[in-house]
């Protein structure tokens, strides 16, 4: 039986490397929350790493990485990493630690634990999120350990949750197009996304697709840096996604550009549907979205006369009230226009659902016992943190920094900072988060610890081989919770497993797209493709993955949850239609998308990015900043209810006129008043999935007669 007292796998030996005895290139995989997951190579010399390069032979990554992960070197070996255990000896909030050793910390850890457990382990919380996206450091030994205590479950939600309920009443799952094809499409919507950002590599295909004469055309309120460099920006209000794609629906089918064959054999509910879409003509939706009517019927002609078209739908427009709902109705666009028939035509929000990973071994829900744990949302951790009965008395983070990135600061903060709560941070860097912590912990970084990924953004299974040894004392996520777990006398079998058994038992699956992958190849090879052919459309004749079998325009699922059936307008809870009282107050509309130089708040700690990114910014229009006295250059506060942030206002035209933009996420420690985006965000939800709603945000700007410093 394996020791849980030493790395599991000898993290000495590097695994999925070339070259010579001094100098070896190790296969890796980019962990972050992206939908590319790049294949990286990274060149190691006498145990340290020297390079760090996308691998030419990866069919999605094609030798290039983005910029935030070319300089990961300068994140590995960063001079402020966390490098040993420390405990808390300042008031919360502080950042004043004192080093002790692991066993002093998993000591008093496990204490605890066992304390807080013995009356009740549902005041004990897990806070992990998509720091690292692998199944063993993001999935795998942390949730058996949760599982075997008993703690309240997390409802993991910031992300994604809205969009994926959406395309699943509507396809079935997390399924679409390969998005590799997207450099065969004629037609390209790019809607509420912005790939330059964050999804460089599906972008270099659409740029391929535009050299050989494709039309593409963004939909979105912010003129982004792919937006600019679109055929056309449709510049729509917040929130009206969905208004927009029943305002099309209703021009193909008026002008019969449906392809009536796909839809008789492959779709179910057409002629419900096409009762629903007469009540959004063009003009009423034109309204809706603060766009002309025209603009809506050349965009619908457009769509439905040219083959093969593509939708690129992305996490954007789901982040409000009716984002779920918004998801489900433009995913019913490429059946009613027949464009599954082709390999290069179809919608993607995520691939994730063409893999067939075995959760349930990874996780194993079966050592709860039968016990029902409540489960926390966490985009409402701060009414978690405050006002939950029984209360949360310990946390422990790992792969998150909730402070910087869950919505409503302001409650979130009171919540950290109670003397009553137990919170254990694991993680490479003092966070905003850390500083709140009674223990931090030395995490490693992805060159450090093995790893099994899929995508949710191309259909290559991944492995990550640790490159060097762990930087100081640090360890991963995996060995910590196997280390708690023998101090908690948790002595199931599982517990013992090694992170590369962890590996294969990801790969267990009868499911045909995962057979031919096994864990040896991946990790020597690094990639290996689902078992789908080279260029595949997998709708063409039906076989989605609904009850039916079919494209549901009308969803049974859906009604069965009190949710109407067929796709309507459901619209945001802040705006000026939604809610006229509150916009009187607070009038403009508040979006806090990617910064380019960080990812969510990863990498926002590193001085080259913040360099890059120079300060917190917020982008207005013209007519808005006239009206308010705001000139380029001048110090702004924006503010709604929930509370308020100093930033540096650009006036440039990029939001349309009635919304402004503060890239994100800041961490609050580097902001001029010690706040970030996340103190205007509500602790609201969306109408599928539980998801947080952050760009579902009304404020008002006013400028600061006095620059602060």
């Given amino acids: 039986m394996n020791s849980p007292e030493r790395h599991s796998s000898d993290l000495r030996r590097v695994a999925g490397s070339t070259a010579d005895a001094a100098t070896q290139v190790v296969r890796a995989t980019c962990p972050h929350d992206c939908p590319d997951t790049c294949a990286m190579l990274v060149t190691v010399k006498d145990g340290v790493a020297i390079k760090i390069q996308g691998a030419a032979d990866h069919p999605f990554t094609d030798g290039s990485l983005c910029t935030k992960v070319s ?50 382990p549902e005041r004990i919380l897990p806070l992990s999120y998509a720091g690292t996206m692998g199944m063993v450091q993001y999935a ?27 395309i699943k009443a509507t396809l079935g799952g997390s399924v679409g197009m390969d998005p590799e094809r997207f450099e065969d499409s ?30 593409v055309i963004a939909i979105d309120p912010y003129r982004s840096l792919t937006a600019e460099k679109c055929t056309q920006h449709i510049a729509l209000l917040p929130g009206t996604d969905g208004a927009l794609a029943l305002g099309m629906m209703h021009v193909i089918i008026n ?45 619908a002609r457009d769509y439905a006369s040219t083959t093969p078209a593509a939708i690129r739908l992305n996490y954007g427009m789901q982040r409000h009230a009716g984002g779920g709902i918004a998801a489900r109705t433009i995913s019913c666009l490429p059946a009613l226009t027949g464009a599954w028939r082709n390999p290069a035509g179809g ?118 081989n640790p490159a060097i040894a762990p930087v100081g004392e640090s360890l991963p996520n995996s ?3 196997r280390r708690l777990a023998a101090r908690m006398g948790f002595d199931a079998p599982c517990f013992q497993d090694t992170d590369e058994d962890i590996c294969r038992q990801a790969l267990q699956s ?65 705006s000026v239609d939604s809610n006229p009282q509150l916009a009187k107050k607070y009038p403009l509309a508040f979006l806090s998308p990617p910064q380019r130089n960080f990812l969510n708040s990863t990498f926002a700690n590193l001085p080259r990015f913040r360099a890059a990114a120079e300060e917190p910014y917020l982008d207005l229009h013209s007519s808005d900043a006239a009206v308010r006295g705001i000139a380029d250059g001048d110090a702004v ?30 961490w609050r420690k580097f902001a001029r008043d010690g706040k970030n985006a996340n103190e205007l965000t509500s602790q609201r939800t969306a109408d599928l999935g539980g998801a947080a709603t952050y760009y579902d945000c009304l404020v008002e700007v006013e400028r600061l007669k006095i620059s602060p410093n």
């Avoid at 008789?264 to 034109?286: H, I, M, N, S």
Wanted: with cysteine; aromatic share 10%.
């Fill in 255 to 299: 002008e019969q550009r449906v392809d009536q064959d796909y839809v008789a054999q492959y779709t179910l509910g057409y002629a419900a549907l096409v009762q629903r879409v007469a009540d959004y003509p063009p003009e009423k939706v034109a309204q809706i979205c603060g766009i002309d009517a025209q603009t809506i019927v050349q965009l």
């Fill in 510 to 574: 009868n499911r045909h797209t995962m057979q031919g992958i096994d864990w040896e190849t991946v990790r020597e090879r690094g990639w290996q493709r689902l078992t789908l052919p080279q260029a595949f459309a997998p709708f063409a004749q039906g076989g989605f993955p609904t009850p039916s079998g079919k494209c549901e325009f009308q969803s049974a699922w859906l009604a069965q949850q009190g949710i109407d059936a067929l796709p309507f307008f459901n619209p945001p809870a802040e």
């Fill in 347 to 464: 919608i993607v929000l995520t691939t994730a659902d063409f893999y067939s990973f075995d959760h349930a071994t990874l996780e194993r829900p079966d050592l709860l016992a039968g016990r029902t744990p409540r489960v926390i949302n966490h985009a409402a951790l701060g009414e978690a943190l405050t006002v939950a009965d029984p209360p949360v008395e310990m946390v422990i983070v790992y792969n998150n920094n909730p402070l910087a990135v869950c919505p409503d600061a302001a409650q979130l903060q009171a919540g950290f900072q109670r003397e009553d709560l137990f919170t254990v941070v694991m993680d490479s860097f003092m966070t905003d988060t850390a500083d709140y912590a009674d223990i931090v912990l030395p995490a490693t970084t992805q060159l450090e610890h093995f790893d099994i990924h899929k995508s949710y953004g191309h259909l290559y299974v991944m492995a990550n």
């Fill in 186 to 215: 004629r037609l390209i919507l790019i809607w509420g996304a912005n790939p330059i950002v964050s999804n460089l590599h599906l972008w270099s295909r659409v740029q391929r697709a535009m050299r050989r004469g494709a039309k």
């Fill in 479 to 481: 060995e910590v919770f």
């Fill in 637 to 666: 506060r924006v503010f709604n209810d929930r509370g308020s942030l100093q930033l540096r206002a650009r006036v440039n035209d990029r939001p349309r006129p009635g919304v402004v933009v503060a890239l994100s996420v800041w």
């Fill in 140 to 166: 795998s030994m942390d949730r058996r350990f949760f599982h075997q205590l008993g703690a309240s479950l997390l409802d993991r939600t910031l992300c994604s949750s809205a969009g994926k309920y959406g």
């Fill in 71 to 120: 300089y990961y070197l300068e994140r590995t070996y960063a001079p402020d990493r966390v490098l040993h255990p420390m405990r808390r000896v300042g008031k919360k909030g502080a950042g004043q630690f004192e080093r002790i050793t692991w066993d002093a910390a998993l000591d008093e850890i496990a204490a605890r634990l066992k304390k807080i457990a013995a009356v009740d």
